[in-house]
């Protein structure tokens, strides 16, 4: 059996039916394999638009995503996807095509050492230098990739390699020398931490992504409500604890709720579970007082302790530790402390202006989470769109909020969308993005337009890279801003319609509730561009 015939064997044996990529010479006879195969092959228009939608189809699906490209500037440009997909601890296998084995370090044409590149910021990546290694190394890589906290593995195949003939035998089992994760809690660090907890008077949740890659949001709902313990969450944790949960605060951080924030300021007790504490995410919880104790759980033991010291370190899977908890716990009295969070809560429900002539983010995202569905895919770009649909769109049920939290990756959320919505054809999904984040990768229209995707592409424009203007204002004295203006911006609208989508530019409130819902109805992609004040920030 020819190598490339094999790795399509091995995908579909991990039940791969779409792949996200773009073909070169490189990856001439794996291409020619896969027109033989009946998996599904989605052509982007950029690389790094392969990996954002091999993440998005993972997130979506809560499988592992996977993305082809070939050697050279094919392979360069998916770093930006894989360092993505690193830092958010998303499961992906990425293939690459590789120059000749006999040629690799000649600087022959289009080669670049893709493994030196990604090595930072993928778990594990791969070389093949013997055709026989291939059923084994994608055996591993969908293991590791899947397994422990989850990230992306590389694997660089030669073109001379993928051309040769093997015996195909793929592996049953998985053992690699050094790769034990730990997944069951230490029975003696659980047991502290509950003799903590029934010491606390404030006690606190915090969560992050990890809950959402452990799929342990039932687990936390339950251990919330039976423990009576309140739960705030990172921009990566959106979607961890429903919004109408009882115990539901808010998010935390330097654009989170004012009354997160505070709440995490008086806490004397603050359980960490699967978020790594990072500056944006957590911001001012390196003022919190000495007399807090820090629980906190994750499962890659590197990120505990590692930005605040912590009281209890518990190392393992989420879900594991969190059933083990909830055996044991018992109601904390807590009614005062939930009593005044809700006070705090009920202070931020401020009335939301309208504006002459441009649209409120605000208005309209609160509007689109009262009339989508509760199995609605929301993918946010990065910048204030960003911020103000994690702030202003609420969810819960079977709603998913996907972005791209870590590396603060423009141009993720529409690419992020076509994945997404290819792995969950029956749900509404929407890019909400801003108008820099859609020139990024702005050929993904026509990806989206060719796969007759239902995508909604909600798009603020104020003809600003809105939030670096908000951080000059803050750092710099506002009428200081410098290269954040686009003196000249393309008509979106007819750049949407020469791709064969609905697009219409909507400057009010008034037009937007009418726009969305006629999109809503319909079963076809659109584009819908909202007019934003150029001056309105996110908080």
Not at 20 to 38: C, H, I, K, M
Not at 400 to 406: A, H, M, Q, V
Not at 435 to 464: H, P, V
Request: glycine share 8%; aromatic share 6%; with cysteine.
């Amino acid at each position: 059996m020819k190598v490339t015939d094999a790795i399509i064997k091995c995908l579909e044996k991990e039940k791969i039916d779409t792949i996200f990529g773009y073909p070169g010479g490189a990856v001439l006879p794996f291409y020619e394999s896969l027109r033989n195969s009946d998996i599904n092959h989605i052509l982007v228009r950029n690389e790094q638009s392969a990996a954002h939608s091999a993440s998005g189809y993972a997130r979506a699906s809560g499988k592992v995503g996977v993305c082809i490209a070939t050697s050279g500037p094919g392979a360069t440009n998916l770093i930006t996807g894989i360092a993505t997909a690193y830092m958010d601890s998303i499961p992906i296998v990425i293939l690459t095509g590789q120059v000749n084995s006999t040629s690799i370090g000649k600087d022959v044409f289009q080669e670049a050492d893709i493994l030196g590149a990604t090595e930072p910021f993928t778990k594990h990546n791969y070389l093949v230098k013997n055709s026989k290694d291939i059923p084994k190394i994608l055996k591993e890589a969908f293991h590791i990739a899947s397994t422990g906290r989850p990230g992306p593995v590389l694997i660089d195949i030669p073109l001379d390699i993928q051309k040769q003939d093997i015996k195909f035998k793929y592996p049953k089992d998985v053992n690699i020398i050094g790769y034990k994760p730990t997944y069951q809690g230490h029975k003696g660090q659980i047991k502290k931490a509950l003799s903590k907890l029934k010491e606390s008077k404030k006690p606190l949740i915090c969560v992050g992504g990890g809950i959402i890659c452990a799929k342990a949001s039932k687990e936390l709902q339950n251990f919330s409500q039976k423990a009576k313990i309140p739960v705030v969450h990172t921009l990566m944790g959106i979607g961890a604890l429903a919004t109408n949960s009882p115990y539901y605060v808010g998010m935390v951080g330097s654009h989170g709720h004012n009354h997160s924030n505070n709440v995490v300021m008086e806490a004397d007790l603050l359980m960490i579970i699967g978020a790594r504490v990072a500056d944006r995410a957590t911001a001012g919880f390196n003022l919190i007082e000495e007399k807090t104790a820090i629980i906190h759980i994750d499962i890659d033991p590197a990120e505990i302790g590692k930005n605040l010291s912590t009281t209890i370190p518990v190392v393992g899977d989420a879900k594991n530790i969190l059933k083990e908890l909830i055996k044991e716990i018992t109601p904390l009295d807590t009614d005062e402390w939930i009593g005044k969070i809700n006070t705090l809560k009920e202070k931020k429900n401020k009335e939301i202006s309208c504006f002459n002539n441009f649209v409120n983010p605000k208005n309209a995202l609160k509007l689109l989470s009262k009339l989508t569905s509760e199995n609605t895919i929301i993918t946010a770009d990065v910048g204030q769109n960003q911020i103000w649909a994690a702030r202003n769109f609420e969810i819960k049920e079977n709603r998913k909020y996907l972005t791209s939290g870590g590396l603060g990756t423009m141009g993720y959320s529409l690419p992020a969308a076509i994945g997404a919505k290819l792995a969950s054809p029956q749900k509404k999904v929407i890019s909400v993005i801003g108008d820099g984040g859609l020139q990024m990768l702005l050929s993904e229209l026509g990806t989206l337009s060719e796969n007759k995707l239902n995508i909604i592409i909600l798009l603020f424009n104020n003809n600003r890279l809105g939030m670096v203007k908000e951080l000059q204002d803050f750092h710099y004295g506002k009428n200081k801003n410098y290269a954040v203006k686009f003196e000249l911006n393309p008509d979106f609208v007819k750049i949407a319609e020469a791709y064969g989508l609905e697009a219409k530019k909507i400057s009010s409130d008034k037009d937007f509730e009418k726009a969305i819902k006629n999109s809503l109805k319909n079963n076809r992609g659109c584009l819908l561009e909202c007019i934003i004040e150029p001056n309105f920030n996110t908080l």
